[in-house]
């Protein structure tokens, strides 16, 4: 598939989506978020991808950049996140927050405008986000809905919602952002603006790997090829039992985890995995 404003990148079991619009901070227009969401499906259908990794083209100087969030000229004009508010009516989150659901039903999609950055947060597949330079707003939000973060030494993170504009993130950006850092350091984070660097990043529990600049990249295609040699499956259901304990309590939780893996070890390829392949190995 060809595109404008971003870049496809197949590895061995995973791919690169790098955000191409180095002029304009890579900020997220309508033809951004249209072929973001054509690259997700192409991902989804694609059996041997099993990580996505999502990045920043540098700016026309040189200087790294992620993004920096939507594109305020589409949006001042309205064209932007149309009907946003109406595709929302009479959905049930409830149903889309089993491991069975990611398992079984893998093509849902949720109807709102935009790179369907839940579908992100609830894929099958493991996503990852590698930043470097500004990411900020929309860019964060989708940098948050990723299961993995990794960022290099010079990465701008910052939330300016508030600041600039006197609204909240979207994508449940705050909320994200307290399960990673603590509700205490996010609500600060989104009121002032103050942007960070990837060390304090990584400090307070942001980001999962801190790399030189010049590292970032290879640190990213390194663990997506780790994570993407392991078993589609197993991935999926680790993904979400490990995700369970947001919304599940201790018990709960703990028969949830049971109950995917004896669904896991019903699958047709149990046979070339489970204990007999740790055996074969073994041998």
């Given at each position: ?9 197949k ?23 249209k ?6 499906d ?5 059996n041997e ?6 990045t ?17 000229k ?12 109406e ?7 409830s149903a889309?927050s ?5 398992w ?8 709102i405008?935009?790179?369907?950055m839940p579908?992100i947060a609830?894929?099958?597949?493991i996503?990852?986000?590698?930043i470097?330079g500004?990411c ?8 948050l ?7 290099s ?17 979207g ?17 600060q984070?989104?009121?002032?603006g103050?942007?960070?660097d ?5 400090r ?19 663990l ?9 499956m ?12 947001r ?8 028969l949830y985890?049971?109950a995917?893996?004896y ?9 070339d ?6 055996l074969?190995?073994?041998?």
């Open positions: 598939m060809k595109y404008e404003t971003i870049k496809y990148e590895g061995d079991r995973y791919c690169i989506v790098t955000l191409n619009r180095p002029e304009a901070l890579n900020a997220l227009n309508w033809q951004m978020e072929e973001l969401d054509d690259a997700y192409e991902i989804m259908k694609d991808i099993n990580v996505f990794v999502y920043g083209a540098p700016r026309p100087d040189g200087r790294p950049c992620f993004s920096a969030g939507g594109d305020l589409e949006y001042a004009k309205g064209e932007m996140n149309k009907g946003g508010a595709n929302l009516r009479g959905m049930s989150f889309k089993s491991a069975m659901a990611l079984s039903q893998r093509k849902w999609r949720l109807s405008h935009g790179p369907k579908n609830w894929s099958p597949k996503s990852i986000a590698a470097d500004v900020t707003a929309g860019g964060l939000e989708l940098a809905s990723c299961d993995l973060i990794l960022v030494e010079t990465a701008q993170i910052m939330e300016m919602h508030v600041k600039n504009m006197g609204i909240i993130g994508s449940a950006a705050g909320t994200l952002l307290a399960w990673r850092v603590g509700v205490s350091k996010a609500i984070l989104c009121c002032t103050d942007p960070i990837g060390k304090e990043a990584h307070i529990g942001l980001a999962d790997e801190l790399f030189s600049p010049d590292k970032l990249m290879d640190g990213a295609r390194e997506a090829s780790k994570i993407g040699s392991m078993r589609p197993a991935l999926t259901m680790t993904k979400a039992t490990c995700t369970a304990v919304d599940m309590h201790y018990n709960e939780a703990w985890s049971d995917c893996l669904a896991l070890e019903e699958e047709p390829d149990q046979a995995w489970g204990p007999r392949r740790w074969k190995r073994r041998r």
